[in-house]
C-alpha cells in the first residue's frame, strides 16, 4: 500500500483545487522555496491521518481554511487516494479514498464517498499498519531535535511507548483502584452487620406482642374481604348490564350513523348527478343556441348557394342558346363560304384562261407587229451598201441584246422574289397550323384547370364543413375541461382547508422548491400515495392524522436538501419520510378473523413506499367494534380502530367521537385523482382534435392555395386563347397579302419571260437579215406578206381589247369575290367559331353540378341541424325537468341527512354518558380489585366465614374490629417481616465479603502477571531498538559503531533501602513506579575514531544522525507502509546525508518490505536517489505543486544556496 495521489482545496495556501500527479511507491520529494507551502503540504497529509488537528475548536478550523482575496472560504477538504492492492485495507477495492472536510461548524470523514465516523478511521488506519503506539511514520525537525536532546529515562519512556507497556500499566492501575474499592466495601459491609445484629434483637421482643395484632388484623381483613367481594360481584353486575345496554346504544348509533352515511352518499351522488346535470343542462343550452345560430347561418348560405344555382341555370341556358345559334349560323356560314370559295376557284380558273388567251393574242401581234415593221424597214430603208445595212441592223442587234440582259436580270429578280413569297407563304401556312394546336391545347388546359377547380370547390366546402365540427366539438370539450378544471381546483382548495396551515405552507414550499431546484427523488405526501376503500376512509385518517402529510423521499439527501433551502428562505416547516432510513419492524398480527384486520391489508400503495405505510399503519388493526380494538390493545399490543374512527391505543387510551364525512380529506384526495384523471384525458383528447384540427387546416389551406394558384392560371390560359385567336386572324392576313403579291410576281414573270421571247426572236431575225444579200425593194412574197399582216395585225388588236375586257371582268370578280370571303364569310365564321368556343357548355354544366351540390348540402345542413336543434331542444327540456327532480330530491335528502346528524350526536352523547358510567364502574371494580388484592394472603374459611352475612352486618363488625386495632397502635406491624429481612441481608453480606476476599486475592495475582509482562515487553523491545540501531548506524556512519545500553535501578542510596524494603514487603500490588527495574536508556557511539562518545559529547550533525537511527531503529521495529520525512537531512552534514540517502533508497527497494517516502529537502543528496521530485510554488498567497525534473529541482537548490550565501 502507498499514497497514490493527494487532492487538496481550500486549505491553508491551497485555494484552488491541487491534484498532485500521482505519486511513485518509492521515493518522493518535495522543493520549494521558504513559505511556499510545502509544510502546508505536509499538514494536508497529517490531516488527514489524523495524526495532527485533532479535536479542533471552531477557531482552529477557522485557521485551516484558506484566507485570500475575494469571498470567504466557508469549508476545505483533502483527499487521499490510496493504493490498496495488496489490501492492507480491509476493503475489497484496489483503490481507496479518504477524504475529510472540514467547515466552521462541521468536522467529516469520507470514504469513497461514504461517511465514516474519527473512530472508524482511526481503527481502519490501525489495521493498515499506522500504530498509535508508535507514531514515526511522520518525521519533523522538531520531532528530530527532540531526539537529540532527550535524556535516558526519556528514552527509556519511549522505548515503552513502543513496546505497549502502557495498557499493562493502565490495566494495573485500574487493578489497583479495584483493589482499593473493595476494601472499602469490606469494611461498609463489617459495619452494617454489626448494625444488623443490633436490630435482629430488638426485633426478637416485639414478635410475641405482633402475634396477637395478627389475630385481629386476620379478623378484619377477612370482614373488608367479604365487604369488598360483594361491592364487587354488584359493580360486575352493574358494568354487564351497562355494557348490554352501551351495545345496544352503539348498534343504534351504527345503523343511525350508516343511515346517515348511506343518506351522506347518495347526497354526494346526487350533488355530483346534480351538477353533472346541470352543466349538461347547460351545455345543451349552449349547444342549442349555437345550433340555432349555425342553423340562420346555414340558411343565409342555403338562400345564397341557390340564387348561384339560378344565376349559373341562367348562364347555362345563355351559353347553350348561343350555342346553338352559333352552330346555326356557323352552319349556313359555312355553306356560303364554300359556294363562294367554289365561285372562287372557278373565277380563278377563267382567269387564268384569259391571262392566258390575252398572253396569246399579245404575243401574236407582238410578232406581227415586229414584222410589219420589219418588211416596212426593208421597203422604206435605203442603203446605199450592204455594209451600211450591216452597221444598222448590228446595231439594233446589239441595243435589242442590252435589253434582254435586263429583261432576263428582271426576271431572275423576280423569280427569287416568287421563290422567297412561296416560302414565306408556306412559313405562315404552318404558323397558322401551330397557332391552331396552341389554341386547342390551351382550351384543353382550361377545361382540365375548370375541372379541376370545380373538384377543389367541392373538397374546400367538405373540408370547411368538417373544420366547423371539430371546432364545435372543440369548443364543447374545452367547456367540460374548464369545468373540470374549476371543481379540481376547488377540491384542492377545500384539501387545503382541510389542513393546518403551518402544515398546507410547508407543503407548498416543498412543491415550490422541488420544482425550482429540479430535485429528483420527491414522491408526495403520504396521502396521495394511498387509497382504501371509502367506509375505511374516517379510519385511515384518524389513524394517520398529520403523518398523511409527511413528504416521502427516496433518501436522507434529498431531505437535507429540502431542508437546507426551506431553513435558507424561511420558507416553512416540513416532515419527510426517507425510505432508505426508514426499516420498521415486521408485525406477527393475531388472527382475529374478520372481526380485526391489519390494517396494511386494506390498503392499496406501491411496493416501494411500503416501508413509509408500514411505519404509520403497520401497528394498527380495523376493528369491528369498540370490543374488538380494546382486546387488540390490550392483548396483542397493537392499536385497534374501528370504521367511525373511535381509536383505542395499546398504551390505554381511548379516542372517539363523532367525525364529519362531509370533509374527509381521503374523499377529497380520491376526487382530486378521479378529477386529475379525467382533466388528463380530456387535454389528451384535446390535444389528438387540434392535431386533427390542424391537419384539416393545413388541408384547407393547401386547396386554398391551390385554388389560389388555379385562378391566375385559369385567367392566363383565357387570355392566351383571345391572344392567340387575335395572332391566329393576323396570321390569316398576313398569309393572303403574301398569296397576292405571290400572284402579282408570277404575273408579271410572265409578261417579263414574253418580252425576252419577242427580244429574242427580234435578235434572230436581224441576224437572219444580216446573213441575206442587200435588197432595195420588197419581194412578190413580201408585199403580199406586207398586204396580208396589216389587216391581220388589226383583226389581233381588236380580239387583245376584247380578251383583256374579259381578263378585267374575271379579275374583278376573283376580287369580289375574295373580298366577300376574306372581308366578310370567313371574319365570321371566325368570330361565330369564337362565341361558340366562348359558349362552354360543358363547362358551364360542370359548374352548375357543382353548385347543385353545393344547394344540396346546404340544404342537408339545414335539415340535420334542424333536427339537432329539436333534438337538442327535447334534451334541454327532459334534463330541465331532472334538474328540478334531482333538487327536490337533494332538499329531501338534507333534511334526511341533518335529523340523522342530530340523532347520531344524540346517540354519541348516549354512549358517552354511558362510557363515562362504564369508566366509572370500571375503575371502582379496579379499586375494590386492588383493595383485594392488598389485604394479602387469607386463609380458605375466611372467603366463606361472613358470606352469609349482610352490608350493615358486616360493617358493624369491621367497625368492632377496627375498634380493638387502635389498641394495637404501637405495635411494630412490620417486626417479623423486618426480623426475617435483616437475618436475609446478614447473610447476604457475609456471602458478599467472602467474595470479595477471592476477588482481592485474584487482583493481587493479575498485578504480578502485569508487572512480569510489562518488563518482557520492555526487554523485547529493548533488543529489538538496539539490533536495529547497531545495523542503522553501521550504514549511516561506515566505520562507526552504536549501542543502546539498558540502565537497571541500582539500591545504591542507604536511606532510599528501608522504604523500598516497606515497598517489597507491601507486596507486588503495592510496587510503585519508583520501584521498577530499569532506570533508562543510554545512547553509545563512536565514529570511526574508536572512542566511544555519550550523545553530550557529539556536535550538532552527529547528534542528528544519532536520532535519524534510532527513529529508523524504531520504525523497523513497526513498519509503516509508507513515511513522511521534513526536512530530516537540515542538520546533517553532507557526507551523512549521502548515507541516509542510499539507505532510504535501499528501503524503498526491499523486496520484503518495501516502503514509500514522501520527503522535503533543500539538499541535493537525496534529490539524486529520488525516483520523482515535485515543486511547490506560491504566487498571491495561493500554493500550488507540480511534477518538476531532477535537473530543475537541482538547479532550485543550488539557486536557494547561492541567495542564502549571499544573505550571509
Same mark, same amino acid.
Given at each position: ?12 495556501? %491551497? ?83 479518504l477524504r475529510r472536510t472540514i467547515g466552521l461548524k462541521k468536522d467529516e470523514y469520507y470514504l469513497d464517498k461514504k461517511h465514516i465516523t474519527k473512530t472508524e478511521v482511526v481503527n481502519l488506519l490501525e489495521t493498515a499498519g499506522f500504530s498509535?503506539?508508535?507514531?514515526? %511514520? ?89 365487604? %369488598? ?649 327532459e334534463a330541465t325537468k331532472q334538474v328540478r327532480d334531482l333538487k327536490e330530491e337533494a332538499d329531501n335528502l338534507r333534511d334526511t341527512e341533518t335529523s340523522e346528524a342530530q340523532h347520531v350526536q344524540d346517540e354519541q352523547k348516549a354512549l ?297
Open positions: 500500500m502507498h499514497i497514490k495521489q493527494v487532492i487538496i482545496e481550500r486549505f491553508k495556501s %491551497y485555494k484552488d483545487q491541487t491534484i498532485a500527479e500521482p505519486f511513485s511507491n518509492k521515493i518522493n520529494t518535495v522543493v520549494g522555496a521558504n513559505g511556499s507551502g510545502k509544510s502546508n503540504f505536509f499538514h494536508a497529509v497529517r490531516f488527514v491521518l489524523n495524526d495532527i488537528f485533532s479535536g479542533l475548536r471552531a477557531d482552529d478550523r477557522q485557521k485551516l481554511l484558506h484566507e485570500g482575496a475575494g469571498h470567504a472560504v466557508l469549508s476545505a477538504y483533502v483527499e487521499i487516494v490510496f493504493d490498496n492492492s495488496d489490501n492492507r485495507f480491509p476493503v475489497d477495492r484496489e483503490e481507496v479514498r498509535r503506539a508508535n507514531p514515526y %511514520y511522520v518525521v519533523q525537525q522538531g520531532k528530530i531535535m527532540a531526539m537529540t536532546t532527550m535524556k535516558d529515562h526519556e528514552r527509556l519512556d519511549l522505548l515503552k511507548e513502543i513496546g505497549g507497556t502502557k495498557v499493562y500499566e493502565e490495566r494495573r492501575e485500574e487493578s489497583l483502584k479495584v483493589m482499593k474499592e473493595t476494601e472499602g466495601r469490606r469494611l461498609r459491609i463489617q459495619e452494617v452487620v454489626a448494625q444488623l445484629e443490633e436490630r435482629l434483637a430488638e426485633l426478637d421482643e416485639e414478635r410475641e406482642e405482633l402475634a396477637k395484632y395478627r389475630q385481629v388484623d386476620k379478623e378484619r381483613r377477612s370482614l373488608e374481604y367479604t365487604i %369488598y367481594d360483594k361491592d364487587l360481584h354488584e359493580t360486575r353486575t352493574n358494568l354487564d348490564k351497562l355494557e348490554s345496554e352501551r351495545q345496544q346504544e352503539a348498534e343504534e348509533a351504527a345503523r343511525v350513523h350508516n343511515e346517515m352515511q348511506e343518506a351522506h352518499t347518495r347526497l354526494k351522488r346526487l350533488d355530483k348527478d346534480l351538477k353533472q346535470l346541470t352543466t349538461h343542462q347547460a351545455s345543451l343550452k349552449r349547444k342549442w343556441e349555437e345550433v340555432g345560430e349555425e342553423k340562420a347561418e346555414a340558411i343565409k348560405t342555403h338562400v345564397k348557394v341557390d340564387l348561384d344555382v339560378k344565376d349559373q341555370e341562367d348562364i347555362a341556358k345563355t351559353d347553350a342558346k348561343t350555342q346553338a345559334q352559333c352552330q346555326k349560323d356557323l352552319k349556313g356560314l359555312s355553306k356560303q363560304i364554300e359556294s363562294k370559295q367554289a365561285d372562287l376557284e372557278k373565277a380563278q380558273l377563267e382567269l387564268q384562261h384569259q391571262q392566258k388567251t390575252e398572253a396569246a393574242v399579245q404575243k401574236r401581234i407582238g410578232e406581227a407587229e415586229r414584222r410589219l415593221q420589219s418588211l416596212h424597214g426593208k421597203q422604206g430603208k435605203k442603203w446605199s451598201s450592204k455594209k451600211e445595212r450591216d452597221d444598222s441592223l448590228n446595231a439594233e442587234v446589239q441595243q435589242l441584246q442590252e435589253t434582254l440582259s435586263k429583261q432576263q436580270d428582271t426576271t431572275q429578280t423576280l423569280q427569287a422574289e416568287v421563290a422567297q413569297l412561296s416560302s414565306a407563304c408556306m412559313d405562315k401556312s404552318q404558323e397558322i397550323g401551330n397557332q391552331q394546336a396552341a389554341i386547342k391545347q390551351r382550351r384543353d388546359t382550361l377545361t382540365r384547370c375548370d375541372r379541376e377547380q370545380n373538384e377543389l370547390h367541392e373538397r374546400r366546402n367538405s373540408l370547411q364543413n368538417e373544420k366547423k365540427e371539430i371546432w364545435s366539438l372543440e369548443d364543447s370539450v374545452r367547456r367540460q375541461t374548464d369545468e373540470l378544471r374549476a371543481e379540481l381546483l376547488q377540491k384542492e382548495r377545500r384539501l387545503e382547508n382541510a389542513i393546518a396551515r403551518d402544515i398546507n405552507r410547508g407543503l407548498q414550499a416543498v412543491k415550490q422548491v422541488t420544482r425550482t431546484h429540479n430535485i429528483q427523488g420527491v414522491h408526495g405526501v403520504l396521502l396521495e400515495l394511498l387509497s382504501c376503500k371509502s367506509n375505511l376512509h374516517t379510519a385511515v385518517e384518524v389513524t394517520g392524522g398529520n403523518q398523511l402529510f409527511h413528504v416521502v423521499v427516496d433518501n436522507d439527501t434529498v431531505a437535507t436538501k429540502i431542508v437546507e433551502v426551506l431553513t435558507r428562505d424561511k420558507m416553512g416547516r416540513a416532515t419527510f419520510l426517507p425510505l432508505n432510513r426508514i426499516n420498521p419492524s415486521d408485525v406477527n398480527y393475531p388472527d382475529h378473523g374478520s372481526d380485526a384486520v391489519p390494517m396494511l391489508k386494506l390498503l392499496k400503495f406501491s411496493s416501494k413506499f411500503a416501508p413509509a405505510m408500514k411505519q404509520v399503519f403497520g401497528r394498527t388493526m380495523v376493528c369491528k367494534d369498540v370490543d374488538v380494538a380494546n382486546k387488540v390493545a390490550h392483548r396483542d399490543n397493537l392499536d385497534g380502530v374501528t370504521m367511525e374512527g373511535t381509536q383505542v391505543s395499546k398504551k390505554g387510551v381511548f379516542k372517539g367521537g363523532f367525525h364529519d364525512v362531509s370533509r374527509s380529506r381521503l374523499d377529497l384526495m380520491k376526487a382530486i385523482k378521479d378529477l386529475q384523471e379525467q382533466v388528463d384525458k380530456a387535454n389528451d383528447g384535446a390535444e389528438k382534435r387540434e392535431a386533427q384540427a390542424m391537419q384539416v387546416e393545413n388541408d384547407l389551406n393547401a386547396i386554398l392555395t391551390e385554388m389560389q394558384r388555379l385562378e391566375p392560371k385559369q385567367h392566363y390560359l383565357r387570355e392566351g386563347i383571345a391572344q392567340l385567336e387575335s395572332d391566329l386572324a393576323s396570321l390569316t392576313q398576313q398569309e393572303n397579302s403574301l398569296r397576292k403579291q405571290l400572284e402579282q410576281k408570277e404575273t408579271r414573270l410572265q409578261t417579263v419571260e414574253a418580252n425576252i421571247q419577242e427580244l429574242k426572236q427580234s435578235v434572230q431575225e436581224h441576224q437572219a437579215e444580216l446573213r441575206t444579200e442587200l435588197h432595195n425593194h420588197l419581194s412578190a412574197v413580201e408585199r403580199q406578206e406586207l398586204a396580208d399582216l396589216t389587216p391581220r395585225l388589226k383583226q389581233l388588236q381588236e380580239e387583245v381589247v376584247r380578251v383583256s375586257a374579259q381578263r378585267m371582268e374575271e379579275e374583278a370578280r376573283v376580287s369580289e369575290l375574295e373580298d366577300v370571303l376574306n372581308t366578310n364569310l370567313l371574319k365570321r365564321r371566325q368570330e361565330l367559331t369564337q362565341r361558340l368556343e366562348q359558349a362552354d357548355v360543358e363547362a358551364d354544366r360542370q359548374r352548375l353540378e357543382s353548385r347543385r351540390k353545393e344547394a344540396q348540402a346546404a340544404e342537408a345542413a339545414v335539415k340535420e341541424l334542424t333536427d339537432r336543434e329539436r333534438r337538442l331542444e327535447g334534451e334541454l327540456e358517552e354518558m354511558l362510557m363515562s358510567k362504564r369508566s366509572a364502574l370500571q375503575g371502582k371494580r379496579t379499586e375494590l380489585e386492588r383493595k383485594i388484592k392488598d389485604l394479602g394472603s387469607l386463609p380458605s374459611e375466611a372467603f366463606e366465614k361472613y358470606r352469609d352475612h349482610t352490608l350493615q352486618e358486616l360493617h358493624k363488625l369491621l367497625q368492632k374490629a377496627n375498634s380493638q386495632l387502635k389498641k394495637f397502635s404501637h405495635v411494630n406491624k412490620k417486626a417479623l417481616d423486618q426480623y426475617t429481612n435483616f437475618t436475609e441481608q446478614r447473610e447476604e453480606l457475609a456471602r458478599r465479603q467472602t467474595e470479595n476476599g477471592r476477588g482481592e486475592d485474584k487482583i493481587k495475582q493479575l498485578i504480578q502477571t502485569l508487572d512480569m509482562r510489562k518488563d518482557e515487553a520492555i526487554e523485547r523491545t529493548f533488543k529489538q531498538v538496539a539490533k536495529n540501531f547497531r545495523e542503522i548506524f553501521g550504514e549511516l556512519a561506515p566505520g562507526g559503531r552504536g549501542e543502546l545500553v539498558m540502565q537497571k535501578r541500582l539500591r545504591l542510596d542507604p536511606q532510599d533501602e528501608p522504604e523500598a524494603e516497606e515497598e517489597e514487603e507491601a507486596g507486588p500490588s503495592d510496587r510503585p513506579d519508583a520501584m521498577e527495574r530499569y532506570a533508562g536508556v543510554k545512547v553509545k557511539v563512536s565514529f570511526g575514531s574508536g572512542e566511544t562518545m555519550a550523545m553530550k559529547q557529539l556536535s550538532g550533525g552527529q547528534k542528528t544522525l544519532v536520532a535519524l537511527a534510532l527513529i529508523f531503529a524504531i520504525q523497523r521495529c513497526d513498519p509503516a507502509p509508507f513515511y513522511l520525512f521534513d526536512e530530516i537531512d537540515a542538520a546533517l552534514d553532507p557526507q551523512y546525508r549521502t548515507t541516509v540517502a542510499k539507505m532510504l533508497a535501499k528501503q524503498a527497494n526491499d523486496p520484503r518490505n518495501p516502503a514509500q517516502f514522501i520527503i522535503t529537502t533543500f539538499h541535493p543528496q537525496i534529490i539524486h536517489e529520488t525516483d520523482k521530485v515535485y515543486g511547490v510554488s506560491h504566487q498571491n498567497r495561493i500554493s500550488r505543486i507540480d511534477v518538476v525534473t531532477k535537473e530543475d529541482a537541482l538547479d532550485f537548490l543550488q539557486s536557494e544556496e547561492n541567495r542564502q550565501k549571499t544573505n550571509e
